[in-house]
């Protein structure tokens, strides 16, 4: 059955365990053949069935019809399939400003190296930005290549470091370049606040926000065009169920053509398929494509659009509001459960204000995390908390369990 057939039922009621159970676990019955509670979802997402389908006719296309397989009702066409639907998601209404790229870490090197290479990039980045692009800026920091001003939490809410995007204002002065900036930091949760005061204070010093936007797309609704961001990076294997290299570099229209990255290859030629090269008296700027094609690198690998597709069009169809509404309410009932079992937990005032998961304070999470593993309940830790990441193919029964589970080994 077609994706598009299997969710017509769902109609547009705010989901619930009958639907869901009707509906949607059988599009995943590969995955929840796995006897455990499955709590990892903000880590790495569980796939559709479809997938394999989908992958296959990749293949199907290479073993049958050789080069045509590039043809835009193939290969092509799931290239752009899956630029229009990153573009949807993230509110960026431009398919060809989003750039697929292979990781989050790949789309912030092709911004910094879209910036003159006579002096280092100045950069404001919070220390709270995942470990790619905190190394990243770390590399370009010891070439040269980049000055870094890093910018800590303003305090604790309880265990938990707290970001603020007053301070990441605070921070941009005369002559930044790129403030990088997640949406929502990867080890907490925490929704970034005051974002408009960071895209304010960069922009009045012309300096362009780079948006990290890996826990935040397919979490709760966004629109990057909106928020006016420059750039934004993100990728599909968490909340997007498209496993790793299906990522992207999404850029505001007011960049595709003013600025220029070094990242390049024969995608980003007007005529990709004329072979014209450009000679030395004529610049290679002459013979790149405009918009965000220009953008784009060498061969892309085709299979990994047809991997994350049938997430995204999943998640899509479901709508990101209805999943957001679906995932706040089990958040609540699991916290409700670590506070009857009397588990120290982090409760935000706010959930809203927080993304996909919550937060366990452990001494040891590593060991908590075995443990858990050991007794069936799959989650994970970063900066001493167990984060627990429900998704809609989670039962109440299953977090009920996991809670009784965690007070077991706590
Ligand atoms: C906020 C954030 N950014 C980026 C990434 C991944 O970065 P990359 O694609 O460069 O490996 C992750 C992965 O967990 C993340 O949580």
């Known amino acids: 059955m077609s994706l598009d057939l299997a969710l017509s039922g769902l109609g547009n009621e705010p989901l619930d365990e009958g639907l869901i159970r009707a509906h949607i676990a059988p599009l995943f019955s590969r995955v929840l053949a796995r006897q455990e509670i499955y709590l990892a979802n903000h880590s790495l997402g569980r796939p559709l069935d479809h997938m394999v389908d989908s992958v296959a006719s990749a293949l199907d296309a290479w073993y049958g019809t050789m080069d045509e397989a590039w043809g835009h009702s193939g290969w092509m066409g799931a290239l752009t399939e899956y630029r229009r639907c ?3 998601l993230i509110g960026l209404d431009d398919p060809r400003g989003v750039v697929p790229k292979t990781s989050a870490g790949q789309g912030l090197r092709a911004v910094l190296n879209a910036f003159p290479q006579d002096r280092p990039v100045r950069v404001v980045a919070t220390r709270g930005e995942f470990d790619s692009l905190d190394f990243i800026l770390k590399a370009y920091g010891d070439a040269g290549r980049a000055e870094v001003t890093w910018v800590d939490p303003r305090g604790l809410d309880g265990t938990v470091p707290i970001y603020d995007g007053a301070d990441v204002a605070a921070a941009i002065t005369p002559g930044c370049d790129l403030v990088v900036v997640s949406q929502v930091i990867f ?3 925490q929704v970034l606040p005051n974002l408009n005061q960071v895209v304010q204070a960069a922009h009045q010093v012309g300096a362009k926000v780079l948006l990290d936007t890996y826990h935040s797309a397919g979490v709760f609704p966004i629109s990057v065009r909106e928020l006016d961001m420059d750039f934004a990076v993100g990728g599909c294997y968490k909340y997007l169920r498209g496993g790793p290299g299906a990522c ?9 053509e003013t600025m ?3 990242d ?3 995608f980003a030629k007007r005529d990709v398929f004329s072979y014209h090269r450009a000679e030395p008296t004529e610049p290679p700027f002459a013979v790149r494509a405009m918009g965000g094609d220009g953008w784009l690198e060498s061969t892309p690998p085709i299979l990994t659009y047809y991997q994350a597709l049938p997430g995204l069009r999943f998640t899509l169809a479901l709508g990101v509001d209805r999943i957001r509404a679906y995932s706040l309410q089990q958040l609540s009932f699991l916290r409700q459960h670590f506070k009857a079992a009397g588990i120290p937990h982090h409760a935000p005032a706010d959930p809203a204000a927080w993304g996909g998961y919550a937060l366990v304070p452990h001494a040891d999470t590593n060991g908590l995390v075995q443990r858990l593993k050991a007794h069936g309940v799959n ?6 908390h167990v984060r627990f990441g429900p998704d809609l193919l989670n039962t109440s029964d299953d977090l009920a369990r996991a ?3 965690l007070k077991a080994q706590y």
């Not at 992207?248 to 595709?256: F, K, T, Y």
């Not at 989650?379 to 001493?384: I, L, M, N, S």
């Open 86 to 88: 990153i573009s949807d």
């Open 187 to 189: 080890s907490t949760g």
């Open 248 to 256: 992207w570099l999404a850029i505001h229209p007011r960049h595709q």
């Open 260 to 262: 220029r990255t070094l």
């Open 264 to 266: 390049t290859g024969w």
């Open 379 to 384: 989650t994970d830790a970063r900066g001493g």
């Open 403 to 405: 809670v009784e589970v």
